[in-house]
């Protein structure tokens, strides 16, 4: 068969190493995720260096996405609701979207590598990376570095670096033994920079144990995962929670005496009433159980966390990210509002983080919860933030996945979201509407429980001493941007540029 048929064949192999990447939960052990995350960089970039033709190595790209977002068409055409036609015509415009970001990284890549050899075509594609994913081309923030989220040892060295920090080292190490297998190297010079790049995760994560810790603090954490219709209103659902959160707490003994029990809804759990405004009842129910409560729920245009607990006002906080195209539509007002106009739709309107944004938990010996409304979770500097401006040491994730039904979106967003608490060093725990619910701690380690479209509800104690890492620090992206960008000006700056074969 001549070469060229074979190029369709080729980019759709390539397209499945892109989407293994973020196989969850992971195979093989879980080195599936992150060898494919390194293997698809040295891949793509070898053909590029290789002069494969920029439809090509799009190609490849579009392939990724189209397997990953598979579930998207699908999706629109159920929830939307749209028509299957103009279901996977938006499918394919968010696909092709999120293409463009990755395809400029390796065409500067390619440029760099011609002009200047394969470190500079090494630092410029993780600067590009990290840029991407940053600031462009994204519809939904997700990051290339959660696949090392997969083996806690590797998930650690997040402590240090971000998960864009990995994102960039894989890109980087990808990038770099591509030009040197183009350059004709032995294989063992070929496989240094990836077997550099996992000794660096092995180190940092070994270092992850000398940082310093906080206190102990101890919770019990209660669950229920309802499996309500993603979007419904209906009367008495507040009423049926209750009913599911006391049969869980009498069945977990819970509140036990001498200690907090915090129990958490999941995004969209109460539906139908505008939580902005008072209800003294809330703050009854809860007292009467005993617990700290945290549940979403709306409250107008806004996506809302509300928290109740005996002796202390309610905690009422809005969505900061709403979802383009899913919750608001993208773009100034006039165009937003023009937008909506036309698609019958209401956007939701933004909430602000403020100091002290995070609810405390009576009795619980100073544990404040930092909140995260479904997507919010995807995006670190958010997340950092939240934590930061709350004072806060445990993060929260309540989320609508329904909208999914039994895709692996619900699976990718639990992938996206595992390094968060390794970069801020507090657990994380998720309360879906329809599963899967789960628990991320700060070690690396994860939990998830039951499956898409299901009920649940969980019950389980908590301790942890928040572990103090690098990565809470606002400057890690501003200095890794700023070196990235510096090594990449040093090494491919030349006053007589090269041609590289």
């Known amino acids: 068969m001549k070469p060229a048929l074979l190029r369709p064949f080729e980019a759709l192999v390539l397209g499945l190493v892109f989407a293994l990447a973020f196989r969850f939960p992971g195979a093989l052990g879980g ?21 494969r033709h920029a439809l090509w190595l799009a190609a490849g790209l579009f392939a990724g996405f189209a397997l990953l977002f598979a579930w998207v068409p699908a999706t629109l055409h159920s929830k939307g609701p749209l028509p299957w036609s103009l279901a996977v015509a938006c499918a394919v415009l968010l696909w092709a979207w999120e293409v463009l970001g990755l395809l400029a990284a390796v065409l500067l890549a390619r440029w760099l590598f011609r002009r200047s050899g394969a470190p500079a075509a090494a ?4 600067l590009a990376v990290t840029l991407w994913e940053s600031w462009g081309f994204h519809v939904y923030p997700w990051s290339w570095g959660a696949a090392f989220g997969s083996l806690p040892w590797m998930a650690r060295s997040a402590a240090f670096l971000g998960t864009r920090g990995l994102a960039a080292l894989a890109w980087g190490a990808g990038t770099w033994a591509a030009a040197l297998r183009v350059q004709g190297a032995p294989g063992r010079r070929v496989l240094a920079p990836l077997a550099g790049a996992v000794a660096l995760l092995g180190g940092l994560g070994l270092a992850w144990y000398a ?13 229920v995962q309802p499996n309500f219709p993603a979007g419904v209103r209906w009367p008495g659902m507040e009423a049926e929670m209750w009913r599911r959160s006391d049969a869980l707490l009498a069945a977990a003994h819970l509140p036990r005496p001498g200690r907090a029990t915090l129990l958490l809804w999941a995004e969209s759990s109460v539906l139908g009433r505008d ?6 009842h809330l703050q009854v129910e809860a007292a ?3 617990v700290a409560w945290l549940y979403g729920t709306e409250g107008g245009p806004y996506n809302l966390v509300r928290g109740e607990a005996a ?4 905690f009422i906080f809005a969505k900061t990210e709403p979802m383009p195209f899913g919750e608001r539509m993208p773009g100034p007002p006039w165009l937003r509002h023009w937008l909506d106009a036309q698609m019958g739709f209401i956007s939701q309107e933004p909430g ?8 405390a938990v009576p009795n619980s010996g100073g544990v404040r919860v930092a909140p995260l409304l479904c997507s919010e979770a995807l995006d670190p500097e958010r997340a950092r933030r939240g934590l930061d401006l709350g004072h806060a040491n445990l993060l929260t994730n309540h989320t609508n996945d329904g909208w999914f039904d039994r895709s692996i979106a619900t699976d990718l967003h639990a992938a996206q979201i595992r390094l968060r608490p390794v970069e801020l060093g507090v657990p994380l725990v998720r309360a879906t509407l329809t599963g899967k619910s789960g628990l991320f701690r700060e070690d690396g380690h994860f939990q998830v429980w039951g499956r898409p479209l299901s009920e649940g509800a969980y019950a389980f104690p908590l301790a942890w001493r928040t ?19 510096l090594g990449t000006l040093l090494l491919g700056w030349s006053p007589f540029p090269r041609k590289v074969r």
């Open 123 to 126: 630092f410029g594609a993780a």
């Open 211 to 223: 940082l310093p810790r906080g206190p102990e603090r101890q919770l019990d954490v209660a669950i």
């Open 31 to 51: 080195w599936l995720e992150p060898t494919a995350a390194l293997l698809f960089p040295l891949l793509l970039m070898e053909a590029a260096f290789r002069g």
């Open 288 to 290: 009467r159980r005993g």
């Open 311 to 314: 002796g202390q006002p309610p």
């Open 352 to 359: 602000h983080l403020t100091p002290g944004c995070a609810f």
């Open 275 to 280: 939580d902005r405004l008072p209800h003294p």
């Open 467 to 485: 572990v103090h890492t690098p990565a809470r620090s606002p400057w890690l992206r501003r200095l890794l941007v700023a070196g990235l960008a």
